[in-house]
């Protein structure tokens, strides 16, 4: 068998301790073993952005991301971004443009936007937003929508 490894974090801003498989994915740990299932899984191999979370503030694929690499660390999931009962701006950009369909990637969007305003700066043009977002694949070609939300809320983050 395997050794199972300890891992201590903070998942929204509380303290966990697990003890789980080294090879276990960041993805698979958030939705299985804490019940955080906002967080989807779609291609499970760092193609369509659909599992984004936030490392420190950083976005990351957590189906690329070990979860044995996470201790010490600050992770934020869908689940832990709004304040309270207020959403966050890009959420409620998101609802006020109608910035998807399905709504399978939507979680994956809203982190990945976040984290690019806040941590990486504002885009300056539509163009940029569709750059730098285009690791988030939205099946149903929700991307129009999802542009004017994120443009919206890049201006209330400021
Ligand atoms: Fe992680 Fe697709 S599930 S990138
Ligand atoms: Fe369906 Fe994006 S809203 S995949």
């Known amino acids: 068998g395997v050794t199972p490894v300890t891992v201590r974090a903070a998942v929204n801003g509380e ?16 939705r299985e073993r804490l019940d955080l299932k906002g967080t989807k899984k779609g291609c499970d191999r760092g193609q369509c ?5 936030h490392i420190d503030g950083r976005r990351v694929l957590s189906c690329l991301t070990l979860a ?8 934020t999931t869908i689940e832990g971004l709004a304040d309270g009962d207020r959403l966050h701006p890009m959420q409620e950009a998101f609802a006020h443009h109608d910035g998807l369909q399905c709504g399978f990637c939507t979680p994956g969007q809203i982190m990945s936007a976040v984290a690019m305003v806040d941590g990486e700066g504002p885009a300056r043009s539509d163009e940029e937003i569709r750059e730098r977002m285009s690791g988030n694949i939205c099946r149903c070609g929700a991307y ?7 443009r919206d809320a890049q201006q209330v983050m400021r």
């Open 15 to 30: 303290p966990v301790t697990l003890r789980l498989d080294p090879r276990a994915t960041l993805l698979d740990t958030l």
């Open 49 to 53: 952005g659909a599992c984004t979370v």
């Open 68 to 75: 044995a690499t996470v201790s010490g660390h600050q992770i």
């Open 144 to 150: 129009p929508r999802i542009v004017d939300a994120i």
